[in-house]
């Protein structure tokens, strides 16, 4: 068999491979939902008589206030027995599951560590008295238990425990442990059926040159262009049967001994998923197909009177070319799209530098005031009054699970303080007497393209208990404000959903004539703020919000013994903004993995590459060898040869992979219009630049040794 046809079949069998290896790695996880199921019942066992209740954790790691979703305990006040140990829980103190750190990938604090349950009413203060070896989340399943004495003392929303079943729990372990491979199998799909096509697509070119004499005799002698096609589409589709068949046996093998290592976590053993391998059938003869459709014309171009040529097979580095420009295309359409999606997250510059939250019950006005001339090191430093608000007409988002209904909302933030936005429809002058003078509002340009809205238009309200509103636009704003609000702890409250079309800007008066609650049980839950330059240069975003955080808890503290039923949390805008970005390199990083791990299968290529670009430079390298050239030298031409395809490859890679990448970015874009996303275009260079450097070493580790080996003979 020829060093042309190995490279291909194997290529094909790692891109089937790894599709098969990978699902039927997330079809066994699901296949453990059951016995995970169960031993959940038996590790961490919940009474029957049970109550419990749902708590936000205020917990910081290395000082650090958490950016992202809330990290949630859900209480239960029981008996506690494990299999291993029984735990005697004290008053005051309470026994955790690592399994409540676990869905944030969180170290697990130590015994003795007093944690911060932030509930309804007030916050509250557990010591951890012991930590149970559980380490699966659960969503609505208990990760923490005190004592019914402790459970009597804090005075919150208990309700009656419903015990579940295995059948109940299994599903909420479906696809845990693999997730992140069931989420991605789209793209791990397309990128093996690309590296498969490539590979070929290098093959058939490689094969039909190296074949040029003996197509053109056959051709001689009367074989039709139809019969050209016929052996072309024939070594197709056998390089890729080989390769289906290798790919799938192997990964099943590996999938077996990869589960018998791991007992203890895959004790239901191996499952198979057989509807990927069923996919990988129907797309093998869609690939075999398509290679062969690229090289026909190729083929077909082999005229009958090339029987008489000597000439030796041209260097034929078109496939290689193609290849790997289609797999760097992959890996830089993957970052150009995640990035180009994130843009619109990042908070924009023109928020202020940090929101202080007072939660959950917040603190008077006259608290406030006293605040805002006691703190050091802060510019500005205003009330914002948050309250989400259901958009008119009334419009049901889709949720799961039962509850109450929830709607479309407007964020309304009430200040007498407006940032310096930067305005795209109306004047900041006129906008800010505006709002000051009457039920008027800014939004922002997000909004505004989501729902069709332009200035001077009016926003409909539909407040509850019967109240209805419409406020004036009278101005737009651009302004990247959903991970900001969110991790601030805007939105989200008085029960209203977390979702939001976005903030509106208006007056204190404005948030009062919209607030359908009762004037007593309103108070004052937030504050935002600007540091001084020089302060903030001085100690860095995390050690500013830190010094201010205290300075506003001891403020308060001095003035009020409210403070003690609340949680004050200072999020700094730079802080989220990094962790947005930090957590979109680590999602786009995930997916990019899948098309770069095929960059090192594409590479393969470069082995029939150069062992045919040194049969066809067989008598170049004899004259050499015979005036001199050394076998490293010689070696150093083959090399030269690869780099510089992979060069040609990453560069045409590049435009056409941000090409792609904007286009699916145009198309994602599209899908949620709704949510009023602008149009971007980003290119992470950075990012980029080391997928280049590590496409290189890849075709370096590739073409260096073959290229040794090819030149000792």
């Known amino acids: 068999m020829k060093v042309r046809h190995i490279c291909a079949i194997l290529g094909v069998a790692i891109a089937v491979g790894t599709v098969v290896f990978m699902q039927g790695l997330v079809a066994t996880n699901d296949h453990q939902a059951m016995a995970v199921a169960e031993r959940l019942l038996r590790e961490v066992p919940v009474a029957n008589e049970a109550k419990v209740a749902q708590f936000?954790?205020?917990?910081?790691?290395?000082?650090?206030?958490?950016?992202?979703?809330?990290?949630?305990?859900?209480?239960?006040?029981?008996?506690?027995?494990?299999?291993?140990?029984?735990?005697?829980?004290?008053?005051?103190?309470?026994?955790?599951?690592?399994?409540?750190?676990?869905?944030?990938?969180?170290?697990?604090?130590?015994?003795?560590?007093?944690?911060?349950?932030?509930?309804?009413?007030?916050?509250?203060?557990?010591?951890?008295?012991?930590?149970?070896?559980?380490?699966?989340?659960?969503?609505?399943?208990?990760?923490?238990?005190?004592?019914?004495?402790?459970?009597?003392?804090?005075?919150?929303?208990?309700?009656?425990?419903?015990?579940?079943?295995?059948?109940?729990?299994?599903?909420?372990?479906?696809?845990?442990?693999?997730?992140?491979?069931?989420?991605?199998?789209?793209?791990?799909?397309?990128?093996?059926?690309?590296?498969?096509?490539?590979?070929?697509?290098?093959?058939?070119?490689?094969?039909?040159?190296?074949?040029?004499?003996?197509?053109?005799?056959?051709?001689?002698?009367?074989?039709?262009?139809?019969?050209?096609?016929?052996?072309?589409?024939?070594?197709?589709?056998?390089?890729?049967?080989?390769?289906?068949?290798?790919?799938?046996?192997?990964?099943?093998?590996?999938?077996?001994?990869?589960?018998?290592?791991?007992?203890?976590?895959?004790?239901?053993?191996?499952?198979?998923?057989?509807?990927?391998?069923?996919?990988?059938?129907?797309?093998?003869?869609?690939?075999?197909?398509?290679?062969?459709?690229?090289?026909?014309?190729?083929?077909?171009?082999?005229?009958?009177?090339?029987?008489?040529?000597?000439?030796?097979?041209?260097?034929?580095?078109?496939?290689?070319?193609?290849?790997?420009?289609?797999?760097?295309?992959?890996?830089?359409?993957?970052?150009?799209?995640?990035?180009?999606?994130?843009?619109?997250?990042?908070?924009?510059?023109?928020?202020?530098?940090?929101?202080?939250?007072?939660?959950?019950?917040?603190?008077?006005?006259?608290?406030?005031?006293?605040?805002?001339?006691?703190?050091?090191?802060?510019?500005?430093?205003?009330?914002?009054?948050?309250?989400?608000?259901?958009?008119?007409?009334?419009?049901?988002?889709?949720?799961?699970?039962?509850?109450?209904?929830?709607?479309?909302?407007?964020?309304?933030?009430?200040?007498?303080?407006?940032?310096?936005?930067?305005?795209?429809?109306?004047t900041r002058e006129e906008a800010e007497k505006a709002i000051r003078e009457g039920d008027n509002c800014i939004i922002t340009e997000m909004m505004a393209r989501a729902r069709k809205l332009k200035l001077g238009d009016d926003l409909k309200l539909d407040c509850g208990r019967g109240l209805k509103m419409a406020l004036k636009i009278v101005g737009l704003v651009d302004l990247n404000w959903h991970m900001v609000t969110s991790r601030g702890l805007v939105r989200g409250l008085n029960r209203m959903p977390v979702n939001t079309d976005g903030p509106v800007f208006v007056s204190f008066d404005t948030v009062e004539a919209c607030d359908a609650r009762p004037a007593m049980m309103v108070k004052m839950t937030h504050l935002w703020l600007d540091y001084e330059p020089e302060f903030l240069k001085e100690h860095g975003a995390f050690e500013a919000g830190r010094i201010v955080e205290r300075e506003i808890v001891e403020a308060l503290g001095m003035m009020t013994e409210e403070i003690e039923e609340n949680a004050v949390r200072l999020h700094s805008r730079d802080e989220v903004a990094d962790g947005t970005l930090a957590h979109g390199v680590e999602i786009i990083g995930s997916m990019a993995k899948v098309p770069f791990i095929f960059i090192l299968v594409i590479a393969l290529g470069f082995v029939a590459m150069l062992v045919a670009s040194a049969d066809s430079r067989k008598r170049e390298f004899r004259v050499l060898r015979a005036v001199g050239a050394t076998k490293g030298q010689l070696a150093q031409v083959l090399i030269g040869e690869a780099l510089k395809v992979a060069g040609w490859g990453i560069l045409i890679g590049l435009f056409g992979g941000a090409l792609v990448g904007w286009l699916c970015t145009a198309g994602t874009r599209a899908a949620m219009a709704n949510w009023g996303i602008p149009p971007s275009f980003a290119v992470p260079l950075v990012s980029i630049a080391k997928g280049a450097v590590g496409a290189i070493v890849f075709a370096s580790i590739v073409a260096v040794p073959t290229s040794m080996a090819i030149v000792r003979k």
């Open 56 to 426: 936000v954790i205020d917990y910081r790691p290395n000082g650090r206030v958490m950016q992202g979703p809330p990290l949630v305990a859900c209480v239960a006040a029981s008996e506690l027995r494990s299999r291993n140990d029984e735990f005697r829980i004290k008053d005051g103190e309470c026994v955790v599951t690592r399994a409540m750190f676990a869905q944030r990938r969180l170290p697990v604090p130590s015994v003795g560590t007093e944690l911060t349950l932030i509930g309804r009413k007030k916050t509250h203060y557990l010591k951890i008295a012991a930590v149970i070896d559980w380490e699966k989340p659960l969503r609505g399943y208990p990760n923490c238990f005190v004592s019914a004495e402790t459970a009597a003392a804090i005075d919150e929303e208990w309700r009656d425990w419903e015990p579940k079943t295995v059948e109940e729990l299994a599903p909420g372990f479906t696809s845990d442990a693999g997730r992140n491979f069931d989420r991605a199998k789209a793209l791990l799909l397309w990128a093996a059926a690309l590296t498969a096509l490539c590979l070929l697509v290098n093959s058939l070119f490689l094969s039909i040159e190296a074949k040029r004499k003996e197509i053109a005799i056959l051709r001689m002698v009367g074989m039709t262009r139809g019969g050209v096609a016929r052996r072309v589409m024939g070594e197709a589709i056998g390089l890729t049967i080989a390769g289906l068949v290798l790919g799938v046996l192997a990964s099943l093998v590996l999938l077996e001994g990869y589960v018998a290592c791991n007992a203890t976590t895959y004790p239901m053993g191996m499952a198979i998923s057989w509807r990927h391998i069923a996919i990988c059938l129907c797309l093998a003869p869609v690939v075999a197909v398509t290679a062969a459709g690229v090289a026909l014309r190729t083929a077909l171009k082999v005229k009958p009177l090339e029987a008489a040529s000597n000439r030796m097979p041209r260097k034929k580095h078109l496939g290689m070319l193609i290849a790997f420009a289609c797999g760097f295309g992959a890996f830089v359409a993957v970052e150009v799209w995640g990035s180009s999606l994130m843009s619109a997250f990042v908070p924009s510059k023109e928020w202020p530098d940090a929101i202080v939250s007072i939660l959950p019950g917040g603190v008077s006005a006259f608290d406030i005031e006293k605040v805002q001339s006691g703190v050091k090191g802060v510019r500005k430093i205003h009330e914002l009054a948050p309250l989400q608000v259901n958009l008119e007409p009334l419009e049901e988002l889709p949720q799961r699970g039962s509850g109450m209904k929830q709607y479309r909302n407007a964020l309304l933030l009430g200040s007498d303080w407006l940032p310096e936005f930067r305005f795209v429809a109306g």
